[in-house]
């Protein structure tokens, strides 16, 4: 009798990274009980106001889990919760909702929206909802996206987005869904790019102005 040959049923396509990537309670509270149980920086305050560091409460050398607002430049070590004000910044781990006009994480992001003019995140980053900066999206490490990027720069070169990037200029390793915008860039593309040109590097056109598609 022919043995058939097992093949993984899911090759990083698009069920099983919803799949894996859904679960997004786990990495949530993964990251609240690290710093929670942090030795290091055991500090933690249920709200943080600031007006710039270090007129600001907590110290930064505190966490917030909670409410942080800062008037206009607030800075601690890491912020579980709702993030508000002009100049967000965190030197560890932001999860929750950011919004300000300048928000700025330096350990590991986990956001359900991060809005503001501009949202740099330097360590690795993941999106469930809305990422939205009026000027740009800057992710250094790899991240990933189920929803919606918007900035007039998405650079967002290690990002796998399942959804909607849109802007001016769009730059993705892959996309599964859409990429709009004047100059769009993506690794791998399962879905539709639309702009003036569209650069899909592993595609059947590798450039193509106007309209571009993977699958």
């Known amino acids: 009798m022919e043995q058939n040959n097992l093949i993984d049923p899911f090759p990083e396509n698009l069920v099983y990274t919803l799949f894996m990537k859904t679960k997004i309670l786990l990495p949530f509270f993964a990251l609240l009980l690290g710093t929670l149980s942090a030795p290091a920086h055991a500090f933690v305050s249920p709200i943080g106001v600031s007006v710039v560091p270090p007129i600001q409460f907590p110290p930064e050398n505190f966490s917030v889990a909670g409410v942080r607002v800062n008037a206009l430049w607030g800075q ?26 300048f928000n700025w994480n330096k350990g590991e992001t986990f956001a359900f929206v991060q809005a503001g003019v501009g949202n740099t995140n330097i360590n690795k980053t993941n999106i469930y909802g809305l990422q939205a900066g009026a000027i740009m999206n800057v992710n250094k490490a790899e ?73």
Do not use: C, W
Request: net charge neutral; charged share 10%; aromatic share 12%.
């Open 76 to 101: 601690h070590y890491k912020v579980y919760g709702l993030d508000a004000g002009v100049v967000n910044v965190t030197l560890q781990n932001m999860a929750g909702f950011q919004v300000g006009a």
């Open 143 to 215: 991240s990933f996206a189920l929803g919606v990027v918007a900035s007039l720069a998405n650079m967002t070169n290690y990002m796998k987005v399942v959804g909607i990037e849109v802007g001016g200029y769009n730059k993705a390793r892959t996309v599964y869904g859409f990429q709009i915008g004047i100059v769009n860039i993506a690794e791998d593309l399962v879905g539709l790019q639309i702009g003036l040109i569209n650069f899909h590097t592993h595609g059947v056109f590798a450039m193509s102005p106007i309209l571009n598609f993977g699958f």
